[in-house]
């Protein structure tokens, strides 16, 4: 099995989440949790672009000490300067530079030329290099990059030393088939690409990036990058616990597994949701709330027979103690009898007959019907019988 390495950049592009702003101690109370999960590498954030940004990112490289600790950098010498003062004090310290490679960026926004572009990405893959020899070079709008431009950009990094090649689908454009037909043509098309990782990075904008992610992968990806819960720019980056999720689920498909401890992602999403403001809705894959949660009488039945004919994970696996059925008005009498149970009722068959009349009413008028409402029905109907 293939190890894919995961590279979490929950806070600096999650942080990037419009109206999320977190403090060096939230950071770092992020950062530990990152830590536990076991990701690869952790982008602690963009030093150059703010006071508080170098400072979280310097306590982040002094506190984390098993996880490769990346700092952002624009392709200009000052950012990379900025860069190394705030990671250089980690263990296994990496400095992250991008430059965008696609015509609408190059035009529009450096307003430079393909090929002053590609003199300024060698120059400072090799300005990078004097400080750190762990260098990831990013191609920003790789989705929309010329693909001829980009063998060649890719080609000229690598041989100034970079030793991480990130291609992002900046802005969620692509569709899965053509991410990985890009990917696997960078890998076979580069004469030197054995000599680097590659990475994707994948934005959500239109819902595909965990799909994304995954068709990379199986075209040769090293490494993924994603956040914890999606968060990030607009609509997203890939969601870190569904990859990894997914790449678990179905091992014998994607032949590649992650290190992380699957049994941490429940409490690192709910950390960051606290942290961020950023609710995670009920609906969200692997983590929602409602994720391992039946309503259905017939799913209900059938989980009451056995779990996997409506789960094709465990909630056990990512860390929460089990499924939930809950009761509403599409619940059964099996549901109905299971919930009496684990509320410590032993009653009559008549009385639950009763009972779970009273209770399919009120079903019927409320969402949810809670642990309280099933007891308050109980002793009602105890007290009338
Ligand atoms: O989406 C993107 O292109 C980025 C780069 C800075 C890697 O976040
Ligand atoms: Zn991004």
Known sequence: MREIQIFDTTLRDGEQSPGVNLNTNEKLEIASQLERLGVHVMEAGFPAASVGDFEAVKAIANAVKNTTVAALSRSVTKDIDRAWEAVKYAVNPRIHVFIATSSIHMQHKLQKSPEQVLEIAKEMVRYTKKYVSDVQWSAEDAGRSDIEYLKRIIE?????????INVPDTVGYLMPEEYGELIRRLKTEIPNSHKARFSGHCHNDLGL????????????????????NGIGER????????????????KELYQAKTTL?????????QLVSRLTGMMVPRNKAVVGANAFAHESGIHQDGMLKDKSTYEIMTPETIGLKKSSLVLGKHSGRHAFRDKLQDLGFVLSEDLINKAFEQFKELADKKKEVTDADISAIVEEEAITS
């Not at 994304?212 to 994603?226: F, K, P, T, Y």
């Not at 609509?235 to 179905?250: D, F, Q, S, V, Y």
């Open 156 to 164: 000229a990094v690598i041989n100034e030393g970079a030793t991480v």
């Open 261 to 269: 401890d699957l049994s941490q992602i429940s409490r690192t999403s």
């Open 209 to 228: 990036a965990v799909a994304n992610s995954l068709a990379g992968i199986r075209n040769g990806l090293d490494q993924v990058e994603g956040t914890i």
């Open 235 to 250: 609509a997203g980056n890939a969601a870190i616990e569904e990859i990894a999720m997914a790449l678990h689920t179905r």
